[in-house]
T-cell receptor, first 115, second 111 residues
Framework: GAVVSQHPSRVICKSGTSVKIECRSL??????MFWYRQFPKQSLMLMAT?????????EQGVEKDKFLINHASLTLSTLTVTSAHPEDSSFYIC???????????FGPGTRLLVL | GQNIDQPTEMTATEGAIVQINCTYQTSGFNGLFWYQQHAGEAPTFLSYNVLDGLEEKGRFSSFLSRSKGYSYLLLKELQMKDSASYLC????????????FGAGTQVVVTP
């Protein structure tokens, strides 16, 4: 149980385009999903917290207009990187938790390369 | 956020034991996770400690002392596949379940 999927696993795009990443909880209802970014040889940095049916809460320094998050159902959250630039190239990972349970289960990650 | 400290790298031989320490500030502490992350992959859950003491799960054990702000992950009978980064992550009170990760400890297992 507690499987989280992400799609796509890898994406290459041109500078200025937008990229959408999907995060799905496959066998449980994820009341809360989290989006992280990880640069090479660094730890995970939380970008935003997404609760189903409400607006995402962004961490300090993360531009909400650039990283659009939608959590329309209990099994799906999406992250859209708008007008991507080379500095947005990174490993984006989502996680999901169920209700009051603390454990977060991570998706396999999406590697974004912006040329 | 508050500091979470763990060593950068540890090296051990196959079959040995390695202990990865993690220290954090005790104020507002709710619980502590350990995750394993192989290069290029997402983290996988290893353990979650809320109460003081040792929890054992096969070759991996995790210990917590809330009063000392200290946890460790113990890896026994090391295998080559255990070479990975081990992340300590703290849940703070009133953080709505958000995790704050340490920088990770890279464990290198040698033959």
């Amino acid at each position: 149980g507690a499987v989280v999927s992400q799609h796509p696993s890898r994406v290459i795009c041109k500078s200025g385009t937008s990229v959408k990443i999907e995060c799905r909880s496959l066998d449980f209802q994820a009341t809360t999903m989290f989006w992280y970014r990880q640069f090479p040889k660094q730890s995970l940095m939380l970008m935003a917290t997404s609760n189903e049916g409400s607006k995402a809460t962004y961490e300090q320094g993360v531009e909400k207009d650039k990283f659009l998050i939608n959590h329309a159902s209990l099994t799906l959250s999406t992250l859209t990187v708008t007008s991507a630039h080379p500095e947005d190239s990174s490993f984006y990972i989502c996680s999901a938790k169920q209700g009051a349970r603390e454990t977060q289960y991570f998706g396999p990650g999406t590697r974004l390369l912006v040329l | 956020g508050q500091n979470i400290d763990q060593p950068t790298e540890m090296t051990a031989t196959e079959g040995a034991i390695v202990q990865i320490n993690c220290t954090y500030q005790t104020s507002g502490f709710n619980g502590l996770f350990w995750y394993q992350q192989h290069a290029g992959e997402a983290p996988t859950f290893l353990s979650y400690n809320v109460l003081d003491g040792l929890e054992e799960k096969g070759r991996f054990s995790s210990f917590l002392s809330r009063s000392k702000g200290y946890s460790y992950l113990l890896l026994k009978e090391l295998q080559m596949k255990d070479s990975a980064s081990y992340l300590c992550a703290v849940v703070w009170a009133d953080s709505w379940g958000k995790l704050q990760f340490g920088a990770g400890t890279q464990v290198v297992v040698t033959p």
